[in-house]
T-cell receptor
């Protein structure tokens, strides 16, 4: 149980285009979802926290207009990288938690984004 | 700001030997700690966790030790196997703030 999926697993796009990444909790309802970014050989950095039906809370230094997060249902959150540039190339990972066990985060497999 | 860091960025261990991966944390308010394993191109995989009211917890082939006095966390892997090769991250959280703060990571390489 507690499986989180991400789609796509990898994406290549041209500079200036927008890319949408989906994060789904497959067998549970996720009250909170988190989005992380990981550069090569570095750690995971939290970008934002989203709760179903409300606006995401962004970490300091993360542009909310560039990284649009939508958490429209208890099983789906999306991250849209708008007007992507090569420096946005990274590994994006989502996680999800359940209301009664908020300390436990279930991680997705990640999405590799390459912006040309 | 608060941070979680690791002493050793890389660690090579002979197959069959025990591995010890260390982590230092700076937020004294943290009360929950987790070790994750991350293989190349994949998301983090939960290994073991420990709450601040404990100093040791054992799982299958893994043991986590917590020393709150010196804010130190370690992961011991017994009889390491080739499949243990990965990057290991410690992460910390304090209840009331559900955000995880990850350490810098240690790459564990198993030598056949």
């Amino acid at each position: 149980g507690a499986v989180v999926s991400q789609h796509p697993s990898r994406v290549i796009c041209k500079s200036g285009t927008s890319v949408k990444i989906e994060c789904r909790s497959l067998d549970f309802q996720a009250t909170t979802m988190f989005w992380y970014r990981q550069f090569p050989k570095q750690s995971l950095m939290l970008m934002a926290t989203s709760n179903e039906g409300s606006k995401a809370t962004y970490e300091q230094g993360v542009e909310k207009d560039k990284f649009l997060i939508n958490h429209a249902s208890l099983t789906l959150s999306t991250l849209t990288v708008t007007s992507a540039h090569p420096e946005d190339s990274s590994f994006y990972i989502c996680s999800a938690s359940i209301a009664l066990s908020q300390e436990t985060q279930y991680f997705g497999p990640g999405t590799r984004l390459l912006v040309l | 700001g608060e941070s979680v860091g690791l002493h050793l960025p890389t660690l090579s261990v002979q197959e069959g030997d025990n591995s010890i991966i260390n982590c230092a944390y700076s937020n004294s308010a943290s009360d929950y700690f987790i070790w994750y394993k991350q293989e190349s191109g994949k998301g983090p995989q939960f290994i073991i966790d420990i709450r601040s009211n404990m100093d040791k917890r054992q799982g299958q082939r893994v043991t986590v030790l917590l020393n709150k006095t010196v804010k130190h966390l370690s992961l011991q892997i017994a009889a390491t196997q080739p499949g243990d090769s990965a990057v290991y991250f410690c992460a910390e959280m304090y209840f009331g703030n559900e955000k995880l703060t990850f350490g810098t990571g240690t790459r564990l390489t198993i030598i056949p």
